[in-house]
């Protein structure tokens, strides 16, 4: 029997020359087939993610929205002492930083969200691995293992210093 391996997309199991089975094609079960209860969790696993991504987007969704509203409506002061005009400046800079901070995360989250319907959310888009669950709980919208995570951090630490 063989053990679970990682096998390139050309190959092929075959047990006991009855049947011939992709191995890349999903996560092997008992000899090769998937099992209807693997299945059915795995599914169960990223309906969760999908509800936790879509509640992330909403609640980012409705905050840009607020900051939208709340900002149109504001009018500066015209006759204001320069220190209070400062301090307002700087807020609306944080908030304004803050939302595009959202609008990156918004981004990434539409897209965990097309890998998911996809089926391919939940590997690794360098090695082709599957992310680990704890990862993935961390960071639902990462699209890099923690192996080729660490990677590419050192290659950007090298090219920043």
Known sequence: MIAHSRLNAASSIRYDG??????????MGLFGLVESREVEVNKRKL?????????????????????VESMAGERPPQHA?????????????????????????????????KRIEEGSFGTCIEC???????????RPVTTLCID???EAEIIESKQAG
């Open 47 to 67: 309906e969760s993610y999908r509800n936790l991504l879509e509640g992330r987007l909403a609640v980012l969704i409705d905050a840009s929205t607020d900051t």
């Open 148 to 150: 080729c995570k660490e």
């Open 128 to 138: 082709g691995e599957i992310i680990s669950e704890k990862r993935l709980k961390a």
């Open 81 to 113: 002492d320069p220190t209070d005009r400062a301090s307002m400046e700087t807020d609306r800079s944080f908030i304004l930083r803050m939302r595009d901070r959202d609008r990156k995360l918004i981004n990434k989250i539409e897209d965990a969200l």
């Open 18 to 27: 009855l049947r011939s089975i992709d191995a890349d094609l999903r996560p």
